[in-house]
């Protein structure tokens, strides 16, 4: 069964500071990595994708991708209070033919002024 | 202007009752899904229909029947509601099913079983 696994937190992190979120999964023929930030109450909403192995930068938030190791995480550097959320990765299977999303538990971010 | 829309927000029911759930997204896109988010917010994929026609179906009891009357329109109906599908179901859409596109999410429904 594919899996993907987070911390379920809370990471907490003062201010401005730099937070790290981090995803692992199960299934090595992965393609398509997301991370999907979920206030309370609210539905998820995209915040980064990734396909190839590398940095991918956009504002605060820069993903990073190790398909060797199996491992996906997220940077969001000058954290700001209104990051606080659950921020959940998504993987996608091989990308061809109809796929769906597996998500991770979520992480949950708090961010203290 | 909403892309992807849910009917009702919330929704308290008796144990045993049948009840529906509607969705609607205006994004022109060919895909819908239905999500389930459990009291652990953990979230997980129930069906999915490309074009009106069922593509996934992940292992969900046969009390939940989805319908698709059209590509825009996705809806949820369950039979003999019990206390463990209390959740938040969420229904979202990209524009062809294909891995590595962008879902879009509904904001939700919050059902509640007593």
């Known amino acids: 069964q594919k899996e993907v696994e987070q911390n379920s937190g809370p990471l907490s992190v003062p201010e401005g500071a730099i937070a790290s979120l981090n995803c692992t999964y199960s299934?090595?023929?992965?393609?398509?990595f997301f991370w999907y930030r979920q206030y309370s109450g609210k539905s998820p909403e995209l915040i980064m994708f990734i396909y190839s192995n590398g940095d991918k930068e956009d504002g605060r938030f820069t993903a990073q991708l190790n398909k060797a190791s199996q491992y996906v995480s997220l940077l969001i550097r000058d954290s700001q209070p209104s990051d606080s959320a659950t921020y959940l990765c998504a993987v996608v299977p091989l990308n061809s033919g109809y796929s769906t999303l597996t998500f991770g538990k979520g992480t949950m971010l708090l961010v203290s002024p | 202007d909403t892309a992807v829309s849910q009917t009702p927000k919330y929704l308290v029911t008796q144990m045993g009752n049948d009840k529906s759930i509607k969705c609607e997204q205006n994004?022109?896109?060919?895909?819908m899904y239905w999500y389930k988010q459990d009291s652990k917010k953990f979230l997980k994929i129930m069906f999915s229909?490309?074009?009106?026609?069922?593509?996934i179906n992940e292992t969900v009891p046969n009390r939940f029947s989805p319908k698709s009357p059209d590509k825009a329109h996705l809806n949820l109906h369950i039979n003999s509601l019990e206390l463990g599908d209390s959740a938040v179901y969420f229904c979202?859409?990209?524009?062809?099913?294909?891995?590595?596109?962008?879902?879009?999410f509904g904001p939700g429904t919050r059902l509640l079983v007593l």
């Open positions: 299934d090595r023929g992965s393609q398509s």
């Open positions: 979202a859409s990209s524009p062809r099913g294909t891995g590595g596109e962008t879902q879009y």
């Open positions: 994004l022109g896109h060919d895909t």
């Open positions: 229909y490309n074009n009106k026609e069922l593509i």
